[in-house]
């Protein structure tokens, strides 16, 4: 079946540093999702996206999708104590409707 | 703010106790979902139901029997669980039915079930 892959599992970071988290899914995706997670919360849907070569940015944040639509990353500049979290990727295969398979996600702290 | 509200957002039961688990949405979205996490790991998908039909049903044990009653509701009964069962329970919601890839989903946040 398919499998994303995330890494790295874990992160730390100083605040104002940068951060990249990727993702590597074992089948062709129709479009790429990420949500965020804080401590005790819910996972959270920050973007969708659709195209091949993708890029999208939300303020600090870029996100991209690779030519193949098998891989996406998403990159922090100048990370702050407000983007502590676990970063999920999710993906539906062509066939998988609305069957998402999530990432193992990757958790950030940032140290102020 | 989440606009898909669940209660309780905290439950302890006892493996021989019967309870469920509510969801509510009014974003008129067309399918619902039920997902389990536990600690660290991505949500796992149960139950989706699609126009208020199951469609998907993930191999979930019978002690876990999801009921939606209308567009707006989905419930998730619980009888004889295990320790093991105890997670944060996710609903979730999206704006068109279950079989169109292009969903974006929107969860709840979400009811911390504790078995003893």
């Known amino acids: 079946g398919q499998q994303v892959m995330q890494i790295p599992q874990y992160q730390h970071v100083q605040e104002g540093e940068d951060f990249t988290t990727y993702c590597n899914s074992s089948t062709t995706l129709s479009n790429i999702q990420w949500y965020k997670q804080r401590p005790g919360g819910h996972p959270v849907f920050l973007i969708q996206l659709v195209k091949s070569g993708e890029v999208k940015k939300q303020k600090r944040l870029t996100f991209q999708f690779g030519e193949a639509k098998k891989n996406s990353s998403l990159h922090i500049t100048a990370t702050q104590t407000t983007d502590v979290g676990t970063y999920f990727c999710a993906g539906p295969a062509w066939t998988s409707g609305s069957r998402l398979t999530f990432g193992e996600g990757t958790q950030l702290t940032v140290n102020p | 703010d989440t606009e898909v509200t669940q209660t309780p957002k905290h439950l302890v039961m006892g493996m021989t106790n019967k309870k469920s688990l509510k969801c509510e949405q009014h974003m008129g979205h067309r399918a619902m979902y039920w997902y389990k996490q536990k600690a660290k790991k991505p949500p796992e998908l149960m139950f989706v139901?699609?126009?208020?039909?199951?469609?998907i049903n993930e191999s979930v044990p019978s002690r876990f029997s999801p009921e939606c009653p209308n567009s707006s509701l989905l419930n998730l009964h619980l009888h004889a669980l295990q320790p093991e069962d105890s997670a944060l329970y996710l609903c979730?919601?999206?704006?068109?039915?279950?079989?169109?890839?292009?969903?974006?989903?929107?969860f709840g946040e979400g009811s911390w079930l504790t078995v003893v």
């Open positions: 139901y699609s126009y208020e039909k199951l469609s």
């Open positions: 979730a919601s999206s704006q068109q039915g279950a079989s169109w890839s292009g969903n974006t989903i929107y």
